[in-house]
């Protein structure tokens, strides 16, 4: 059997990271390493544990989610990220997106959605409360970018990667898909972000699909 995927949560509500140790408590699949309260207590633990997952809450006293999630990347930190919030805001979806989140769900939602949408994110996918998807995808098409020329950039490899990036997959299932390592596969990652002028996968996925779909004017 599988080991399970490893979780970190930060939040300075106790009674909601309780709720969400219960939740997690039921899932096999999903193992909780560490919790914290503080944007700044999470990057010491971040490191520490190098969890697979970290849920974010946006709006925490002092150093919020958004400064965390940017010193969480600054740092090389490469566990999936998702924002876990009250906030759907359209600014802050976008924001947390273009400043390296892997995905964005609001609190108001089913505990069993937000547990089914962390389970996808375990699996490479993009987790987004259904409501903010139209909102994510219209605001990440880049219509002053020609496709075609800054695709043209990137090398076959990385070009593989990113199809590869769009279709959900995780840096592990790509390794495991090209027969690369996985150390391989984020050294791709960061070259090709880079020439695309883009801090997340998330928001390479989203043009990257917006450019496969035919222009409907």
């Not at 697979?52 to 919020?64: A, C, F, H, P, V």
């Not at 947390?96 to 949408?117: H, S, T």
């Not at 801090?199 to 035919?214: D, F, G």
């Amino acid at each position: 059997m599988s080991q399970p995927a490893t979780i970190m949560m930060v939040d300075d509500h106790p009674l909601f990271r309780k709720g969400l140790k219960q939740l997690f408590a039921m899932e096999p699949g999903l193992e909780l390493v560490a919790e914290a309260s503080s944007g700044e207590e999470a990057l010491d633990l971040a490191r520490e544990h190098d969890p697979d997952i970290i849920l974010l809450d946006l709006n925490m006293r002092g150093m919020d989610g958004l400064d965390t999630l940017r010193a969480m990347r600054a740092a090389d930190i490469t566990s999936r990220i998702v924002m876990l919030t009250v906030s759907d805001n359209n600014a802050d979806v976008v924001s947390c997106i273009r400043a390296g989140a892997d995905g964005y769900l609001l609190k108001d939602m089913e505990p069993e959605e937000i547990l089914d949408q962390v389970l996808e994110a375990t699996h490479g996918k993009l987790a987004i409360s259904q409501r903010l998807t139209e909102i994510l995808a219209s605001a990440l098409r880049k219509p002053e970018t020609s496709g075609a020329d800054t695709l043209s950039t990137l090398t076959s490899r990385e070009y593989q990667i990113l199809q590869l990036i769009a279709d959900g997959l995780s840096n592990k299932l790509i390794a495991r898909e090209l027969d690369i390592s996985d150390a391989t596969v984020k050294v791709h990652v960061k070259h090709l972000l880079k020439k695309l002028g883009m801090r997340s996968r998330v928001e390479a996925a989203v043009w990257m699909v917006n450019q496969k779909r035919p222009e409907s004017n």
